[in-house]
């Protein structure tokens, strides 16, 4: 008898081969069809709900079948649907009828960053009472922690500029449509108190400070890498904001080799 | 513990469309199934089925394990399932009789199994694990299928009675599913319902299916149930007592209203038993 790994994997190749079908299933072989469109279309599917401003960027036409290539050309991991999707920005970057739209796999990689943000695991907040507890040895020895919903990213374009023009005029980060030769933009992507998905653009300091955050470097050297990039960074008013923003969700004290 | 908690009244699949109004309206629903995958993780939908659940019996159903797959069981995706179950405490958990991936992809469709010893053998292990994982019995819903191997042994009746029998699982038993493939398979949906011992049996589904251009249903979940459903729902509470019993709506989602007027004919069925009995 045939394992049925055997016929897991002969199933597979009856979505696309008749004769495999027939084999498989008899007179029952055409319903094999069924199947071979809801593989792909699941895929499209979840494309669509991750990657909306690329798909208002490019209109519905142009997006189903970039993303039906992209369903053909990379297999999904994992039975979460949700978690489809991390390789399309690289897959738009290459997509030859996208070129004429060098900033779209930056946009696609924003939303993604988005898309994680808004399933990412919630994380309680962090009373910054519990910092002035700490003396001033402990303080430069400590290492920020970003919430699991935290995204960093720098892009040539305007990237989260143009996510925001996508954005109901009511939301707090909608802004007017980008000029694509205003320049590049170092882009903050996060979840907020209130579980809203959330991007704004970062100053060069913010980002070096963020960055060095998210690479597990004490506050001394992310403060070092902030001020390098500008030396009026506002440590204080910066830090109050972040934890109050749930984008710096915890710290840690480094541990002295 | 027992298969399931939920009450035996008509519930309502939860999309996340409807959330909203859910939480702001209180709607009369006996109770809500939602697709768990959808609340794996954390953020904003979890938040709100935290608040739905303080008032509705919630039951979480799997569409993404892949049970019956000839892979290893994804250990990640089974730790999500244990934080979910943990944050929601559910009356009822639920997967399919199906497997969903190969080693190297994986379909993320509810694929049918064939109905062989083997595949048995494989389900009931695998059942096994996943009750032990998670610390108590799951229902296994029976699929609508668009193909039948060739080297089927085993009807289908048979096939979930006797994975309910050696794994200890509960059966969700999906009225349109049965109903889909006797059309399409020919397979006989009354003897299925036969063949299933009526104490496993702890949840039911109905749906409405849509008809593809060459004849064959597809069970879609995009149509009001139709009246051969309601009329093979009638027969499974006559065979198997008052049940927990779900409408399912995922594509072409009307208004809630409209899902709240089906599932009051779903209650009118179960009224109907306790008049007759």
Same mark, same amino acid.
């Given at each position: 008898m045939r394992s049925l790994a055997m016929l897991q994997r002969a199933f597979r190749e009856a979505t696309h081969s008749p004769a495999q079908a027939a084999r498989l299933f008899?007179?029952? *072989?055409?319903?094999i069809s069924a199947y071979a469109n809801n593989i792909l279309f699941n895929r499209v599917d979840a494309l669509a709900e991750a990657f909306p401003v690329v798909k208002q960027l490019v209109g519905d036409e142009f997006f189903n079948a970039m993303a039906l290539a992209a369903a053909k050309a990379q297999p999904s991991q994992s039975g979460n649907l949700n978690l489809y999707g991390a390789g399309f920005a690289a897959f738009v970057a290459d997509f030859p009828p996208a070129q004429?739209?060098?900033y779209l796999a930056d946009a696609a990689r924003v939303d993604w960053l988005g898309h994680c943000a808004y399933y990412a695991v919630d994380h309680a907040p962090f009373d910054p *009472?519990?910092?002035?507890?700490?003396d001033a040895d402990a303080q430069s020895a400590l290492c920020f922690e970003l919430g699991p919903a935290v995204g960093l990213m720098t892009s040539a374009w305007p990237v989260a500029s143009l996510w925001r023009a996508h954005q109901p005029e009511d939301s707090p980060d909608y802004n007017d449509f980008p000029s694509p030769d205003q320049g590049g933009e170092r882009v903050l992507v996060w979840r907020d108190a209130r579980r809203r998905v959330r991007v704004m653009r970062l100053l060069p300091a913010e980002f070096a400070f963020l960055d060095a955050c998210q690479r597990q470097q004490p506050l001394t050297e992310a403060l070092e890498c902030a001020l390098d990039a500008?030396?009026?960074?506002d440590l204080g008013l910066s830090l109050q904001r972040w934890i109050n923003d749930q984008v710096i969700v915890n710290y840690h004290e480094r541990v002295t080799p | 513990m027992s298969l399931t908690t939920l009450p035996c009244a008509a519930g309502i699949g939860l999309r996340p469309p409807h959330l909203r109004q859910v939480l702001d309206e209180c709607p009369a629903a006996a109770w809500f199934e939602v697709h768990a995958e959808n609340y794996f993780g954390g953020g904003a939908s979890l938040a709100a089925l935290e608040k739905v659940r303080v008032d509705y019996p919630i039951s979480l159903h799997g569409v993404?394990? /892949?049970? /019956?797959?000839?892979?290893?069981?994804d250990a990640a995706h089974l730790a999500q399932w244990q934080t979910l179950i943990e944050r929601i405490e559910p009356a009822a958990i639920s997967e399919h009789l199906c497997w969903s991936a190969l080693e190297d992809e994986t379909l993320n469709d509810l694929l049918p199994l064939p109905y062989t010893e083997d595949a048995l053998d494989w389900m009931v292990a695998r059942v096994e694990v996943v009750q032990d994982i998670l610390g108590r019995r799951i229902l296994i819903e029976n699929l609508s299928s668009y193909v039948r191997f060739n080297v089927d042994a085993i009807p289908e009746g048979e096939f979930l009675a006797e994975l309910a029998r050696r794994s200890g699982c509960g059966l969700l038993v999906d009225i349109n599913n049965l109903y889909v493939n006797q059309h399409n398979l020919g397979r006989d949906a009354r003897a299925a319902l036969d063949a299933l011992p009526a104490d496993a049996v702890a949840e039911l589904h109905i749906a409405g299916f849509e008809v593809r251009e060459d004849g064959l249903w597809l069970?879609?979940? /995009?149509a009001p149930v139709c009246e051969g459903v309601w009329a093979l729902l009638d027969d499974a509470l006559a065979r198997f007592g008052a049940r927990p019993v779900l409408l399912e709506r995922d594509r072409n989602l009307p208004e809630f209203d409209a899902l709240l007027r089906e599932a009051a004919q779903a209650q009118a069925a179960l009224d109907a038993l306790k008049v007759a009995s």
């Amino acid at each position: 008898m045939r394992s049925l790994a055997m016929l897991q994997r002969a199933f597979r190749e009856a979505t696309h081969s008749p004769a495999q079908a027939a084999r498989l299933f008899g007179e029952t *072989a055409s319903g094999i069809s069924a199947y071979a469109n809801n593989i792909l279309f699941n895929r499209v599917d979840a494309l669509a709900e991750a990657f909306p401003v690329v798909k208002q960027l490019v209109g519905d036409e142009f997006f189903n079948a970039m993303a039906l290539a992209a369903a053909k050309a990379q297999p999904s991991q994992s039975g979460n649907l949700n978690l489809y999707g991390a390789g399309f920005a690289a897959f738009v970057a290459d997509f030859p009828p996208a070129q004429s739209l060098p900033y779209l796999a930056d946009a696609a990689r924003v939303d993604w960053l988005g898309h994680c943000a808004y399933y990412a695991v919630d994380h309680a907040p962090f009373d910054p *009472a519990r910092l002035a507890t700490l003396d001033a040895d402990a303080q430069s020895a400590l290492c920020f922690e970003l919430g699991p919903a935290v995204g960093l990213m720098t892009s040539a374009w305007p990237v989260a500029s143009l996510w925001r023009a996508h954005q109901p005029e009511d939301s707090p980060d909608y802004n007017d449509f980008p000029s694509p030769d205003q320049g590049g933009e170092r882009v903050l992507v996060w979840r907020d108190a209130r579980r809203r998905v959330r991007v704004m653009r970062l100053l060069p300091a913010e980002f070096a400070f963020l960055d060095a955050c998210q690479r597990q470097q004490p506050l001394t050297e992310a403060l070092e890498c902030a001020l390098d990039a500008d030396m009026d960074f506002d440590l204080g008013l910066s830090l109050q904001r972040w934890i109050n923003d749930q984008v710096i969700v915890n710290y840690h004290e480094r541990v002295t080799p | 513990m027992s298969l399931t908690t939920l009450p035996c009244a008509a519930g309502i699949g939860l999309r996340p469309p409807h959330l909203r109004q859910v939480l702001d309206e209180c709607p009369a629903a006996a109770w809500f199934e939602v697709h768990a995958e959808n609340y794996f993780g954390g953020g904003a939908s979890l938040a709100a089925l935290e608040k739905v659940r303080v008032d509705y019996p919630i039951s979480l159903h799997g569409v993404g394990l /892949g049970l /019956g797959s000839a892979t290893p069981l994804d250990a990640a995706h089974l730790a999500q399932w244990q934080t979910l179950i943990e944050r929601i405490e559910p009356a009822a958990i639920s997967e399919h009789l199906c497997w969903s991936a190969l080693e190297d992809e994986t379909l993320n469709d509810l694929l049918p199994l064939p109905y062989t010893e083997d595949a048995l053998d494989w389900m009931v292990a695998r059942v096994e694990v996943v009750q032990d994982i998670l610390g108590r019995r799951i229902l296994i819903e029976n699929l609508s299928s668009y193909v039948r191997f060739n080297v089927d042994a085993i009807p289908e009746g048979e096939f979930l009675a006797e994975l309910a029998r050696r794994s200890g699982c509960g059966l969700l038993v999906d009225i349109n599913n049965l109903y889909v493939n006797q059309h399409n398979l020919g397979r006989d949906a009354r003897a299925a319902l036969d063949a299933l011992p009526a104490d496993a049996v702890a949840e039911l589904h109905i749906a409405g299916f849509e008809v593809r251009e060459d004849g064959l249903w597809l069970d879609s979940h /995009g149509a009001p149930v139709c009246e051969g459903v309601w009329a093979l729902l009638d027969d499974a509470l006559a065979r198997f007592g008052a049940r927990p019993v779900l409408l399912e709506r995922d594509r072409n989602l009307p208004e809630f209203d409209a899902l709240l007027r089906e599932a009051a004919q779903a209650q009118a069925a179960l009224d109907a038993l306790k008049v007759a009995s």
